[in-house]
């Protein structure tokens, strides 16, 4: 009976949280709007009407992308499989942080973003996969600044309940910048929105897709946004982890506190320019090494 | 399934009317535009982008640019459709997925301008349906939006005319040129 109703709170979470990113992108165009001094779209859930809207159009196969379809549902799973991950470790917070799970939810993350870059790289258009080499590179250089953020952040977080000193301090700081810098990148936002930059370019991942197969994809990028934005939630609370109230203000704070970072990486979005898209590999290498040091040196001090 | 050069073609789906019904439903609250030049002066271009700056701020009817015809429902066609510009013309069009339309403006596109019947240019977008005709690809409808160049105000009235939200200001009779 007990594992029935588990069951059945998991579905309810899960339903909720997969409607919830294409209305948080409405909250976000609002926003970004507000800030162009526009109106913006006509209602807060105009990205779900897109999203509906391309379920109704006719689906065009590009030549030899017969395997998108299904690697891009694959994909979609993949990413509902991590959101059930992080809404596990988020449940369990108030305890321990669960560190196998959350290996097992990186591991699910970079799987989605294979499985989206590979859906990307089956079809012949030359001018896609100029688009889709660019983005393994920029992927695979920010998976390394995803898995050394978050597992630094979050282990240090857990130090820093038993054992605070400040290069711990710093070691936790320096490894969430690295997250908050490869959880942004990978939302795929300003400069680094290689994915939606380059269509207007003519040459980018998505330029062959249409109708439910570009609605998934875009269901599954913005799910995927979400789940990234809930981790960070899950890094700055890692610290306060015994002085956590119960599970019943825990998960509501943990879900505000994500949509509030998923709401804050659109502001820094709107407010930051385009630029040339092979730039955006080099930015973010420079980024990642300079706090890669910091993060070393205090390491080795600390140890 | 059509056999294409031992490939398995898996398109074109059969898109029948009761689905087309609505698909057009959904248009009237989330339409993607794809802008084709297809050799015009530029004139009605710089319009088209004044439509998509923040002033005229198209997003709050839901229109949004996009880059590829694939994610377009609707492409605004500008130009008189020069000769060289035919095949990527009907490529470009033929990869829209349907329902597809059309809003052919300016003088130009409407029925090619002053260039109705030069040698270089088909002479706006009704000789290019003709075209279209041959080469299979069906287009769901379009609207003709006349102006030199088309004012922005028109083009978002346009849009409208096109998904059904307002009723055409006027009605148009083609007439043929007598070459004298």
Redesign the interface.
Known sequence: MEALAIALLSLLLMSILSFLPPLLDGIE?KVR?KI???????TLF?TW??L??L??????????G?SAAFLIILSLLVTLMSLYAVVYVVLTLTTNVDLIVLAMFLVLVAASHSLGLVASATTSNPFALIGSYRSILLTVLNELGLVVGSFFSILSGLRLVTNYSISTLIIYLSSLAILLIATYVSSGRLPFDIHEAE????S?I??????KL?GFYIYTHLLMRYVLSLLVAIALATPFITSLPTLLVVFPMSLLLSMCFYLAYGVVAALLGRTRVDIGVRTLFTYYLLVLIVLVIFTWIGI | MVSNGG??N????E?NLN?LE??FS??K??I?VFHLNTGSCNGCDIEVLDVLT?YF?V????I?L???P??A?LILLTGPVTIKTISKVVRAIK?M???RLVLALGSCGVGGGIWFNTYATLGGYPNLEKILKEAGVEVDKVVYVPGCPVRPEAIIYGAAVLLGLLQPKSKHRRVTAVES
């Open positions: 165009r709007a162009q001094s526009r109106i913006g779209p006509p105009q009407y897109d509906l809207k379920g109704v159009k006719e689906l065009k196969i590009p030549i030899s017969e269509p207007e370019l003519a980018g998505l330029i062959e897709f249409s109708g570009l | 490939r398995p898996l398109e074109p789906l898109f689905v609505e698909a959904k248009l609250r989330s993607w923040p701020d997003e709050r009817f839901g949004k996009v880059g590829s694939r994610h429902d990869a997925p349907r329902p």
